[in-house]
Structure formats: structure tokens, C-alpha cells
């Protein structure tokens, strides 16, 4: 499976469900996978598409990704690092958004982003990403620092902040 290098966002969502669908069949095998999901962590535009798409469905290929996929993770540790700990924060505080809106299927699927990204923090052992969420975590305690335009983006308030800091403290600390 070819990936282009100026890959865009959209395609890159496409080209991670075609990936899966191969996965989830047998039609690729681990290495193939791997060597397509390297490709795809090499920019910000694949990277965000890969995680936005492996991360989401409701089925189980994301929560026990195999070595050679975490290996394809850890190819590119600056990009996949910074995206894990967004995906990380932003899916502990959407959370809290869909049960306030009574949304508990949501809610649910927010969750499950969270315990997969965890999932990966912890299995790719990248230092950039402990780096990267304690970084976060001050902003989120503090309003300031590098992620303040980040939490300010997303609109998250005190209670979001909250979660954010206490799933980093799982997480990471």
C-alpha cells in the first residue's frame, strides 16, 4: 500500500479505513500494515487521519495493536507524539461534553478513544510524549503555557481542564 507524501487529511482517513478493512480481513499482513502506517505518521495530514480512523470504530483492531504497528508509531515520534497527547486531552474532555448533552453513546465512543490512546502512550514509550503531556497538564492547571491556545481553541473549561489534567496523571505521571 502506497502512500503519497503530501497525503491530505481526507485521504488519509480513506486510506486508514482501506487499511483496516485489509487488516480486519487478513489481506495484509502486520508487516504490510506497518510498513503503510510508517508511511502514513510521516506528516501531520496522515498522521491525524491515521489516529482519527484507528482510534474511532467500535470495532476491536485499535485496542491490541501488534509490535510492528507500534513500531510504525514510534517511526516518526515527533508527530505521533504531539497527536496521542492532543487525542488524549480532547477525548477525556468530549466526554464530559456528550454527557452533558445526554449523549451517552457518544460519550462512550470518547472513552474509547481515551483508553486506546492511553493504550498506545503507554506501549510506544516515546520521552516526547511524557514531555508533550506534562507540558499540556501545566496549561491545563495553570491557563498558561504551550497548550493555552490549544485549550482556549477547544474551548474547554474548568471542569474539562480537570479531567485533561487527572487522565494525564493516569496516564503519564
Given at each position: 500500500m502506497q502512500?503519497?507524501?503530501?497525503?491530505?487529511?481526507?485521504?488519509?482517513?480513506?486510506?486508514?479505513?482501506?487499511?483496516?478493512?485489509?487488516?480486519d480481513t487478513g489481506e495484509l499482513s502486520q508487516t504490510e500494515a506497518a510498513d503503510a502506517i510508517a508511511q502514513l505518521v510521516?506528516?501531520?495530514?496522515?498522521?491525524?487521519?491515521?489516529?482519527?480512523?484507528?482510534?474511532t470504530p467500535e470495532g476491536t483492531l485499535a485496542d491490541n495493536p501488534s509490535p510492528e504497528i507500534i513500531q510504525a508509531l514510534q517511526s516518526s515520534p515527533d508527530t505521533v507524539s504531539e497527536l496521542l497527547v492532543k487525542n488524549l486531552a480532547m477525548s477525556a474532555?468530549?466526554?464530559?461534553?456528550?454527557?452533558?448533552?445526554?449523549?451517552?453513546?457518544?460519550a462512550q465512543g470518547s472513552d474509547r478513544v481515551r483508553m486506546r490512546t492511553a493504550n498506545l502512550i503507554e506501549r510506544v514509550e516515546l520521552p516526547q510524549v511524557r514531555e508533550l503531556a506534562l507540558k499540556l497538564r501545566e496549561s491545563a492547571v495553570t491557563g498558561e503555557g504551550s497548550y493555552k491556545t490549544f485549550l482556549e481553541r477547544w474551548q474547554y473549561d474548568a471542569e474539562q481542564r480537570e479531567i485533561?489534567?487527572?487522565t494525564i496523571d493516569r496516564v503519564i505521571v
Open positions: 502512500i503519497p507524501e503530501n497525503v491530505t487529511f481526507e485521504d488519509a482517513i480513506a486510506l486508514t479505513e482501506s487499511l483496516m478493512t485489509k487488516m510521516k506528516t501531520q495530514n496522515g498522521a491525524r487521519g491515521f489516529f482519527v480512523t484507528y482510534l474532555a468530549m466526554a464530559i461534553t456528550h454527557r452533558r448533552n445526554n449523549n451517552e453513546e457518544m485533561i489534567r487527572q
